[in-house]
């Protein structure tokens, strides 16, 4: 643990969240502009070119809105809610492997803060953790709308974790590691997970939808049932901080999605062309930034298609359908996995 | 019982197939087609910059034209003020004194000649009733203005300058002339025409 190693980790954990930051920021841009020609529409173009600077106008419009704070409320919780909502969506990023090592003058770079060998239940935990932001803001609000708002969002979250949970684990089982890092560095060339567990994508993808709170899951901020959900008594930048975190957390649930099942920062063919691990580094963060983008469209694309859930059909299709298919999942991976022994077993 | 008409049909709710319940199918064909619409042609029309072309018989604001020799037509004979549904119009008349023939075309003129923009619905009755071929609507639009005192256009908005002047070719076509020729339209002639137009429906 030497100073220089000190002081490149913090760099590299600045540098991560301000680009988290940053793709957050653009994705409220993106959702806009993808709104808009999916319906045939423009979508916001007269601040800059193209509309590019559209964010800091919503920025700029979101610090100077009159902070509002209702009286029957309670305070604390009240602030404290969009801000526990921000921080678990930022700390996932941690354990998420950017690129493969670099390599500069004989010391190993590693593009990931920490590679921990329990990180995928680290990224369960802060992922469970962030419902709790909007269950104290949905409580503190003290309004109905924003209670209910947050008992949707926690059953929904509880609901479908189990079934998220359920498909990681036969992705577990085949990879054998629970460290992002050897699962994105077990999956070279096109050996993508997603060839290996393909209803365990599909169901990992439904999940996240559904974790992430987005369209046809947004029922805790559904605006026609439920005026604004969790976040109605919020205003200025505290209403700001729980889109904000929506965001981030759409933009790492891409990265989740790309690292377990699209190979993370590997590319088909690109070992042929290229040997120094410095640029393989670049090109490989290059990479899992253009699948991450794919997903975040994929993210917007399913919003802009397809209508909300009712609650109950949420409900059945998390309880009934998804987890007994992520249990068949569990179950036809273990016996492939196991072929050999069965096989022998019945033979003898 | 017989049918009145072919036309109707038996509805069945019939159950749905194994594919069908998995929805994934109509979820993709559903994300196929909002894809498709992604690449489509925007008819989004970016306002400020861009205009539609107005027709050329847009009723908008109102102009009092002058004559060859840019003197005021309007005669202040106060056909348009009655033949107004909306009652916009107030004038108040004025004898032409000596010397101001290049001002004034007839011996009678308009002092004030107001017309609220509030109360205006654009029905371009007080055009048709102008015997003197001095009001009309033109393709311009009616600002937008803070108060309502604003809204009433006097004299000095209404009348068009002498340096350039409204044109009114899209308006005043060769078929619209014609058209006024109409015995229903007489009015709007000069006299010896009027005379004509008389003779010829005898």
Partial sequence: ?????????????????????????????????????????????????????????????????????PSVSNRMLFIIGPGVCMLTACMTGVVIPWGPSMNIGGTEYPLQITDLNIGILYLFGVISLGVYGIMIGG???????????????????????????????????TTGTLSLGQIAADQPGAHWNVFIQPLGFLIFIICAFAETNRAPFDLPECETELVGGYHTEYSSMKLGFFLFAEYINMFISSAVISTFYFGGYNMPFIARFVHDPNWLAVL???????????????????????????????????????IPLSILNLVVTGGWMMRMEIYHFFIK | MQALTNRSKVVAKKEMTFIEKLYLPAIFSGM???????????????????????SGVYR???????????????????LCAVACPAEAITMTSAERKPGEEGLYREEKYAATYEINMLRCIFCGDCEDACPKEAIFLTDRKVDSLYTRKEFVYGKNILVESKENPISLVKRQTPQVKEFKHHVEFAHNQTYDKQKKVKNSSH
């Fill in chain 1, 1 to 69: 643990m030497t100073l220089s190693f000190l002081i490149y980790k913090v760099i590299l954990v600045l540098i991560i969240f301000a680009i988290t930051l940053l793709v957050a920021t653009y994705s409220t841009y993106a959702e806009r502009k993808i709104a808009a020609f999916l319906q045939d529409r423009i979508g916001p173009d007269r601040a800059g070119p193209f509309g590019i600077l559209q964010p800091l106008a919503d920025a700029v419009k979101m610090f100077m809105k009159e902070e509002m704070i």
């Fill in chain 1, 139 to 173: 409580w503190a609000s003290n309004n109905k709308f924003s209670l209910l708002g947050a008992i949707r969002a926690s059953s929904q979250m509880i609901s479908y974790e189990v079934a998220m949970g359920l498909s990681i684990i036969a992705l577990v089982m």
């Fill in chain 1, 284 to 322: 490989g963060f290059v990479f899992l930034f253009t699948k991450i983008s794919f997903f975040i469209f994929v993210f917007m694309w399913v919003r802009w298609t397809l209508p909300r859930f009712r609650y109950d059909q949420l409900m059945n299709l998390g309880w009934k359908v998804l």
């Fill in chain 2, 32 to 54: 196929i087609i909002t894809f498709k619409h992604f690449f489509r042609r925007k008819p989004t029309i970016k306002y400020p910059e861009q205009i539609r072309p107005f």
């Fill in chain 2, 60 to 78: 908008g604001q109102h102009v009092l034209k002058r004559d060859e020799i840019g003197a005021e037509r309007c005669t202040a004979c106060g």
